[in-house]
């Protein structure tokens, strides 16, 4: 089992900046991806960034990769998100999430594991 705990969220203006974190605890030399994903009342949940727990490779979505970044620090097993010109439509509930599987890439489905989520809201 993978134990993720999100923090950081809140609320900024438009423009701003947020850094979210995700600790993760347990079998955590099991996991091969760790994501950020977020979810409005509206939509489904949605992929945000990703990044590879061994190699450090990263994938965004076109909505943020000018935007945010993703990194890790294994010997912390941390997960950040850093979050720049943020925009009203980036307020959500961010999820950080963890695969094991191989190749999880953007599908919700794929990770095991997942955070109880951090609010992240972007104010006009």
């Known amino acids: 089992q993978v134990q993720l705990v999100e923090s950081g969220g809140g609320l900024v203006q438009t423009g701003g900046s947020l850094r979210l974190s995700c600790a993760a605890s347990?079998?955590?030399?099991?996991?091969?991806?760790m994501a950020w994903f977020r979810q409005t009342p509206e939509k489904e949940r949605e992929f945000v960034t990703l990044?590879?727990?061994?190699?450090?490779?990263?994938y965004s979505a076109d909505s943020v990769k000018d935007r945010f970044t993703i990194s890790r620090d294994n010997a912390k097993n941390m997960v950040y998100l850093q979050m720049s010109s943020l925009i009203p439509e980036d307020t959500a509930v961010y999820y950080c999430?963890?695969?094991?599987?191989?190749?999880?890439?953007?599908?919700?489905?794929?990770?095991?594991?997942w955070g109880q989520g951090t609010q992240v809201t972007v104010s006009s």
């Open positions: 990044i590879n727990w061994r190699s450090g490779s990263t």
């Open positions: 999430a963890a695969s094991i599987r191989f190749a999880s890439g953007v599908i919700t489905a794929n990770y095991n594991y």
């Open positions: 347990g079998r955590t030399f099991n996991i091969y991806t």
